[in-house]
């Protein structure tokens, strides 16, 4: 009995990294979609929307059944108890990959991002495929050094979102309001998506050390916007 | 200790009530604020962050002692474990409307709202302080028929964050980039907050009946954006 929890608790954590990987997967493929305007891709990321929710529930239901039934102390309950707040958080930034995805099929065949935002946009894929790959590190490693590495990298994801409503709000933006809303609500996500890796990471080093049950475990939005 | 229990258990769901009314009057101050540019008002929005933040924290830490000393079980164990779920619901949901009060501090003494928006974001509000009350009820009497209603009003927040879209992309938008970034990000804000109230109400439906421990929790978000 003791081996078949102890097998369940560490299936727990696969399931956590693996779904790491399939956010940063869906990240990078979403934003592939939406710089190439690419249906069938957008598509793909679309339908990965069902196996993160069915993991999240599946990782939900053992957590619950391991609490009910093992009743875990300790580093144990932590781990369960991180567990779900976890898969919340990745199934999250799964849904917030799909949201971009949606946004390059919503305006096939057109593009979604002008020419000149789209370094920026690439820019912002790039750091959030990477904090994905990094929570997923952090999870399998429980590396608290990595973990606090990652709230830096998120900065980067907010002066990125900065850079971008300067370009939108600036006098010479000549894209018009549609695109300007687009992006908008894009920029919104892939700082969501930020965020919640961070939030992943910080789970851990509750899980590593007992610290912050409950304390700040969402990580400071940025501003997003510059005043204008 | 049995009744010292029950008495922390009771605490929780309290704690919880507490705070759907802390994010309803949060939304409707904010709201207020934004929409009369009222920067004392949207202050006092933003000054209660840390309240509902320190609630949270709290809420979380019985919830993790209830399970480490007492190993709930059955009702008792959906009840800690909905907690957790539901205190990170109305957390977030405190940090939305925190979201609108700073858009109103951020714009001041301008106003961010275009006068033929007004109504629109009016409605917003009023759906979104609504669904809170209503999650706030849902929680108190743990009403199944109400949390089954909550979704239904849901609804009506995707339409109306459907009419904003159609309103700004439309030929005769003449307010300009600036604004339609800043209400695009306010609708989702107002929307958010709203699957978060629906998502307060699924936790209850949880802890009642014991449906869906991992199921569907995360309400369907809506189509934001028009086909344009």
Redesign the interface.
Known sequence: MRQAYQVRLADLGDHGYLMCQLTSTALRDATKALLNADLALAEQVIASDVRL?SM??????VA?EL??LE?P??TD?RAV?SA??I??DL??MG?LAI?VA??AR?RHPAHVIPVGVRPIIERMGRVGVHLADQAGLVLRERNLELARRLEVEDDLMDDLQREL?TL??APE?DN???P???I??LS?FYERFADHAVAVARRVVFLVTGEN????T?PA?G???P??
């Open positions: 929710d999240r529930a599946n990782a939900e239901q619950f609490l009910a009743a102390v300790a309950l108890v779900m707040w898969v919340a199934q999250r849904a949201h949606k946004a919503r409503f939108m709000l933006w018009g309001v549609g300007a809303v687009d908008a609500l919104r049950v409950g304390g700040d969402t939005e501003n997003y916007a005043e204008s």
